[in-house]
């Protein structure tokens, strides 16, 4: 009998024990989380230009721009003549640069503001060359491009590269100015700004218009990647 006592006294305190284990597997803990995603959105706002159609005289020298006061101004040497023009459009993320009646040595110029226009500061990650035309064709490319670099175009062979050969009709050259980080977008300050200056070679034609368009793009600030070659930091 007493044998049989303590089993049953060690089987209680054993489902006893169970008892416990199984209310403890069942408690639970429940905590609630919210995550909102930000916004990247860059978009080109303002266009300027060295040599507008009418006003101002054609540009001798690639110049520099001077955004010290908000307003980008051009700053160089011109001709005493007014005879050619350069001028540029901007959709989504593609930008065409287009002279008109352009010669031999004439520098043409345009700048952007690049505006932050979403949630998350943003920095400039790459930019492509993917359309040339002359005249009344035009054919698509995809060349990267480095910031600071001279490309030289000859736009019969569609072959771009960085050395002066007969042929080239035009170079040109970008610039990205405040574009290794944009924060989102304040009235007053937070601008980036992308120029191009564009050159007429001396085997370029006469009466024929050549335009170009460039592919730009933008990553949050904090990819892994440094800023290309060529953007200040």
Partial sequence: MKKIGLLSLALVLALGTLGVAYAMWFDTLEIDGTISTGSLEII???QYDN???TGADDPCEAGSWNISSGTPVWDGGRYTKDYASIASTFEDEFATISVNNAYPSYWGSVIWDVKNVGLIP???WSVNLTELSKGNS??????ELVIGTRYYVDADTQNVDTTLDPGDDFSFI???LNCCQIDPYNPTED???IDVTVHLE???EQKTLYDFTLK???CQWNEGLPCPPGVPV
């Fill in 44 to 46: 080109f706002a303002s």
């Fill in 51 to 53: 040599d507008p159609a």
């Fill in 122 to 124: 943003v920095k400039f």
């Fill in 138 to 143: 035009e054919w698509p490319v995809n060349v």
């Fill in 174 to 176: 970008l610039s990205c």
């Fill in 191 to 193: 601008l980036g700004y």
């Fill in 202 to 204: 001396q085997d370029a």
């Fill in 216 to 218: 730009y793009l933008f």
